[in-house]
């Protein structure tokens, strides 16, 4: 919140994508191709220059645009649509994933979904926390699920805690999975050990 109000998110969230871009081309020199996901503000979107500034970051580390995932909430989207959507439309046919974050919270809702720039989406865990308590909520789920589908995205469950969640969410054709049922947020130098680590178990269940 202090970053924004004081316009400090733009550089700030603008080194972050910098540091993203560096850090994924130190693992492409040693071998790994993943992608990493950045986290991007109202404020960010603002900026006339955004996309030349994703671009240019991506270009001056050899990347491929694929590398790099942009999470974009629709409130932050809606806040600065001409320009967002403009930036964002650029970014995706460049080859970026653009993911619409936090979806189910607050105002994001179906409404706008259809004409949002994006590829990903991704429901909020206040939702996925209650899945096994609230008809309500199941039903939203599985009907986002459904919808998203149709609509060619790709759909991530944020806040994954247990192991029913985990059933429910595949039985209604969730794509990815993410929580704290995996793994809590790690440091870049302890990704090599959860990554062999994650491995061996998969192995070891079949």
Do not use: M
Request: glycine share 6%; hydrophobic share 45%; aromatic share 6%.
């Amino acid at each position: 919140p202090i970053a924004e109000r004081s316009g400090f998110i733009i550089s700030l969230g603008n080194e972050v994508i910098e540091l993203a871009c560096a850090q994924l081309a130190e693992w492409a020199a040693a071998g790994r191709t993943v992608r990493v996901s950045v986290n991007v503000s109202a404020l960010q979107l603002s900026q006339s220059n955004f996309s030349d500034i994703v671009l240019d970051a991506l270009q001056r580390h050899g990347l491929d645009p694929a590398q790099l995932e942009l999470e974009i909430t629709e409130t932050a989207i809606l806040e600065q649509q001409q320009i967002a959507i403009s930036s964002l439309e650029r970014l995706r046919d460049a080859g970026l994933c653009i993911s619409l974050d936090d979806f189910g919270k607050g105002y994001a809702g179906f409404a706008h979904l259809s004409a949002l720039p994006v590829n990903k989406l991704k429901i909020d865990r206040s939702l996925i926390a209650e899945l096994s308590n609230s008809h309500d909520d199941s039903l939203i789920v599985s009907s986002t699920i459904t919808l998203a589908k149709r609509l060619s995205l790709q759909v991530v469950a944020e806040g994954v805690e247990t192991p029913e969640q985990v059933v429910y969410l595949r039985l209604a054709g969730c794509d990815i999975v993410q929580g704290y049922h995996f793994s809590r947020p790690l440091h870049v130098n302890q990704v090599d050990e959860f990554e062999n680590l994650f491995h061996a178990r998969s192995r070891a269940c079949g």
